[in-house]
């Protein structure tokens, strides 16, 4: 059974650094662009950040440009979102996300193919 399980989450200060994984069970994720997506209270899901499912391409929304950095080892079926310099507006219920288009996890489009559950990550001021 094909899932995603998101690990990492956790409180940290204002200028620190967190690092989450996505762990996927399934062969099909190794084939597939992978990505997160967050969601504060009362605010809608953004687009965090993708890559593509060589690892080759990577895309990231405004916010977190320049200081957060996604990667991905097909051997573990893992991804990572490195987070550094964080702000109190990072925290947010952090989603991993997979499908065959990136364009879709960028766009968080109803029709993806797997969501995880979320991991919770806090900053405080």
């Known amino acids: 059974q094909e899932q995603l399980v998101e690990s990492g989450g956790g409180s940290v200060q204002a200028g620190g650094s967190l690092r989450l994984s996505c762990a996927a069970s399934g062969s099909t994720f190794s084939r597939y662009d992978m990505g997160w997506c967050r969601q504060a209270p009362g605010k809608e899901r953004e687009f965090v950040a993708a890559?593509?499912?060589?690892?080759?391409?990577?895309s990231y929304g405004d916010s977190v440009k320049g200081r957060f950095t996604i990667s991905r080892d097909n051997v573990k079926n893992t991804i990572y979102l490195q987070m550094t310099s964080l702000k109190p507006e990072d925290t947010a219920v952090y989603y991993c996300?997979?499908?065959?288009?990136?364009?879709?996890?960028?766009?968080?489009?109803?029709?993806?193919?797997?969501w995880g559950r979320g991991t919770q990550v806090t900053v405080s001021s």
């Open positions: 996300a997979a499908d065959r288009w990136m364009l879709k996890i960028k766009t968080m489009d109803e029709s993806i193919g797997y």
């Open positions: 890559i593509s499912w060589n690892g080759g391409y990577a």
